[in-house]
């Protein structure tokens, strides 16, 4: 693990230098890990690529700003590839502040029918949902976020966010019933 | 609500196995074409892109101003010379046109020797036609009056009025009025009242 985290030191210097091999390197590296935070906001490979791309050039332009005393390259890297997303859901949706919600019955969903389903399965099933709600969903459910992070990082009022959540989750229920059942 | 449920954190955890599209050196192409243009590295030479231009050295600096003003020189000659052949060509006033001084045969003086042209014979001066903007066809105006002879056109020059009077005019103080009158005749007189009927 130390060895692994000094090669990534090792290829960050590279970057700071602009060595074409070193930004390579460290692409490569993080190729895996990048690519399905991408996945994860967009509606196809095409779209994921887009985002991956976009967010490398960023990081490479920017890594002077990368300050290690804050944090992991890892989180940096992750925080510039979620924005990159958000920014691409942004470029084919304007975001709604027509709607809010502050309390709501939870829909059941059994969890045991999405313990059989497969990933791309689940993946199919999110990406269906409007990208709005699509992006709410992810970003609660999977990186973890909280409505006042969502909110801040949408630009929406943590009341829409709360709705686009409970949209998602009842979307998601109505889908994988239909999927069991037909 | 704000409480993770447990079906999302199965959710969270089937995302993360999920597989990967083989796109890596797809998209490294695209991040590197971009990177050549918007931040190049000093090593790498971009095949697509024309060879550059050697930086200009002190000897090519010096060519490059030789060039230049030798081109600054020629331009400034022709532009004299231009505007000298239009200080000739285009007098502001009609020309005087005597015959050579070197002539080395005058005619006698009283001997017609060459016949004035129908033009100057009728006192109608030729209708000028201008071909373009920068080139004149170059007028002969004669009066009709005049007395100059004509051989040809390679025998006359044209000398401007001002400069011909001072040269072959003698200063002669014309007369005043109309001659065969007098102040006398001016001047009027009131009638006598005797004389109205």
Known sequence: MQAVEQDINQLIEGCLANDRKAQHGLYHQFYGFAMKIALRYSRDEHDA??????????VFKSIRTFDPSKGSFHAWLKRIVVNEGLDHIKGRYRFSENVELETVAEPTINNSVLEEMGAEEIMEIIKKLPPATHAVFVLYAVEGYNHREIAHQLGISEGTSKWHLSEARKTLQKQIQYLRTG | MNQKLTYEQTIAGKLEILPLPDMEAAIWKRIEFQLDIDMPSEGDVDATQPPR???PGPLMLGAISIVFLTALLVYSILTKEQTTTKKITH??????????????????FG?????????MKTGITPTLRQLDSNSYAQPTIIPPDSNALIKDRGDVIIIPPA??????EPNIKKKK???????????????KKDSLP
């Open chain 2, 111 to 119: 001997k017609k020797v060459q016949q004035p042209s129908q033009s």
């Open chain 1, 49 to 58: 690529a887009d985002i991956l791309s976009q967010a490398f050039i960023k």
């Open chain 2, 53 to 55: 231009l050697p930086k």
């Open chain 2, 91 to 108: 007098p502001t006033t009609a020309p005087f046109i005597v015959p050579k001084k070197e002539d080395p045969d005058p005619p006698p």
């Open chain 2, 177 to 191: 009025g109309v001659s065969g009158l007098t102040d006398e005749d001016y001047r009027i007189e009131p009638r």
């Open chain 2, 163 to 168: 400069a011909a009077k001072k040269d072959s």
